[in-house]
């Protein structure tokens, strides 16, 4: 396909991998880096959005139904018994929103997406050889949990960073870019290891659910428009139901399916928190208790649930389900707004793909897979500075724009001879059409190209 062509010869370093590595090198490394990991994201993320001043705003225009939810928590500073601190994570969350926007729309997509497999490589390196273990329940057994204090979450991070070491791995053979691929692929087996050492069932699966969903997104490429469309729709309603079944069931299909595994019937402690939730989630149904309130030192409630789960740092915690911290924090109102949110950018995305299955659409929806599936048991997409949060925005905003002002600015080689390319749209609109044996016949201007910035 021309498009996979043309991705295939952007240059690998370009100031859009440059920013997606300074973007999520401090996320990852969020525990080494502290507060200052914090500051370079905010940095990055206002830096860039200078250098992408010119396009700005049609870029974010674009996508604003993004950031309808993050306006929504910022207005619940209203109602919050902890207004100051719901304004900052409110505020925090919006400027995280922002650079996923960003990185869903740069001008270079295969540099940006090298510079998100080099940030995730990294910290998959340094952590496999500085890293340790911690104790997996009362058998002994021990589990890799590397430079977190947490298993699941280096497992989390080691599966979405094998599903892109993946995607480069197969994307470098299929264009021939051989070298890609002889870096990523050994990336990807190191990330599989740390997968399967950290012995997280919920990163096992969402990693299965997201390796498939890449295989199949690459295979209907070859296929017309309408098989795509019914296998995405197919899909997607197989999900919604099985989402559905597993909100409504609450902790009873959980335990049948732990007991299955030989897990926890538990699962950490999990079924507990979510019966909290749901006692919270009483007391204010509709507006919830304000954006970032409840997690909160002095609030009784977050004090015993710390204490339940011998958090001693007594921060840092959360319901263990995306659909139950959102119900806690913004009620059922917020709910609604997350919900339609993640709906409109699939579709979007979905939408996108079946009209132009290229590679980097294949990979978004990949990854959306994976965090639609983490979802019942991990709290996504609502946390500050987190790298899911990210990437999980990024892929709801994917879809290539509908104007012609907005997005990617793919590179596309001119002929020589050929005259130059006009600077702005409305040129290219009025230049006089010319027969289309004409050897010089401009390159047509296509609806996802913006001019340069």
């Known amino acids: 396909m021309d498009e996979d062509r043309r991705f295939a010869s952007l240059p690998v370093f370009d100031r859009d991998g440059?920013?997606?590595?300074?973007?999520?090198?401090?996320?990852?490394?969020?525990?080494?880096?502290?507060?200052?990991?914090?500051?370079?994201?905010?940095?990055?993320?206002?830096?860039f959005a200078v250098l992408r001043r010119r396009v700005l705003v049609a870029v974010v225009r674009e996508r604003a139904f993004?950031?309808?939810f993050p306006a929504f928590a910022v207005i619940s500073t209203m109602w919050?018994?902890?207004?100051?601190?719901?304004?900052?994570?409110?505020?925090?969350?919006?400027?995280?929103?922002?650079?996923?926007?960003l990185l869903c729309a740069p001008k270079n997509p295969r540099s940006m997406l090298c510079g998100l497999f080099a940030a995730f490589a990294l910290y998959t390196a340094v952590s496999f050889a500085l890293g340790h273990r911690v104790d997996v329940g009362d058998d002994g057994a021990r589990a890799f949990s590397g430079l977190n204090d947490s298993k699941n979450e280096e497992a989390d991070v080691a599966a979405v960073g094998f599903v892109i070491s993946l995607f480069l791995f197969f994307a470098g053979l299929w264009t021939r870019k051989f070298a890609q691929a002889a870096v990523a692929g050994p990336?990807?087996?190191?990330?599989?290891?740390?997968?399967?050492?950290?012995?997280?069932?919920?990163?096992?699966?969402?990693?299965?659910?997201?390796?498939?969903?890449?295989?199949?997104?690459?295979?209907?490429?070859?296929?017309g428009a309408a098989a795509r469309a019914l296998v995405l729709t197919a899909g997607t309603l197989f999900g919604l139901c099985v989402g559905g079944v597993f909100e409504l069931s609450g902790s009873?299909?959980?335990?049948?399916?732990?007991?299955?595994?030989?897990?926890?019937?538990?699962l950490t402690g999990r079924t507990y928190l979510w019966a909290r939730a749901r006692e919270l989630i009483a007391e204010h149904p509709i507006l919830g208790q304000g954006f970032g309130a409840f997690w909160q030192q002095g609030n009784l409630d977050a004090e015993g649930l710390w204490q339940f789960a011998q958090i001693t740092t007594r921060e840092g915690f959360n319901?263990?389900?995306?659909?139950?911290?959102?119900?806690?924090?913004?009620?059922?109102?917020?709910?609604?707004?997350?919900?339609?949110?993640?709906?409109?950018?699939?579709?979007?995305?979905?939408?996108?793909?079946?009209?132009q299955p290229g590679y980097v659409a294949c990979l978004w929806l990949a990854l959306a897979a994976y965090l639609f599936v983490r979802m019942p048991t991990e709290c996504v997409g609502i946390n500050e500075f987190?790298?899911?949060?990210?990437?999980?925005?990024?892929?709801?905003?994917?879809?290539?724009?509908?104007?012609?002002?907005?997005?990617?600015?793919?590179?596309?080689?001119?002929?020589?001879?050929?005259?130059?390319?006009?600077?702005?749209?409305?040129?290219?609109?009025a230049m006089p059409m010319q027969r289309s044996d004409s050897p010089l016949r401009p390159a047509r201007v296509r609806w996802f190209e913006s001019p340069a910035d």
């Open 18 to 47: 440059i920013f997606a590595f300074a973007l999520f090198t401090p996320m990852l490394f969020i525990l080494q880096f502290g507060s200052y990991g914090a500051l370079i994201f905010v940095l990055a993320t206002l830096a």
């Open 66 to 68: 993004l950031l309808v």
């Open 80 to 101: 919050s018994n902890v207004p100051y601190e719901t304004l900052k994570h409110s505020l925090e969350f919006a400027v995280t929103i922002l650079a996923a926007i």
């Open 187 to 223: 990336a990807a087996l190191l990330q599989a290891y740390v997968i399967a050492a950290a012995m997280s069932a919920g990163a096992v699966a969402g990693a299965a659910a997201s390796l498939a969903a890449l295989l199949l997104l690459f295979t209907l490429r070859r296929l």
């Open 252 to 266: 009873t299909l959980v335990r049948s399916i732990a007991e299955m595994f030989g897990k926890d019937p538990t």
């Open 319 to 355: 319901f263990h389900n995306t659909l139950y911290d959102v119900l806690v924090s913004l009620g059922a109102a917020g709910a609604v707004i997350f919900a339609l949110s993640l709906l409109v950018g699939v579709a979007r995305t979905a939408f996108g793909y079946i009209r």
């Open 386 to 429: 987190y790298f899911s949060t990210v990437l999980l925005f990024a892929a709801l905003g994917a879809a290539r724009p509908l104007s012609r002002s907005a997005g990617m600015n793919w590179a596309r080689p001119v002929r020589a001879g050929a005259p130059a390319m006009p600077t702005s749209h409305a040129a290219a609109y």
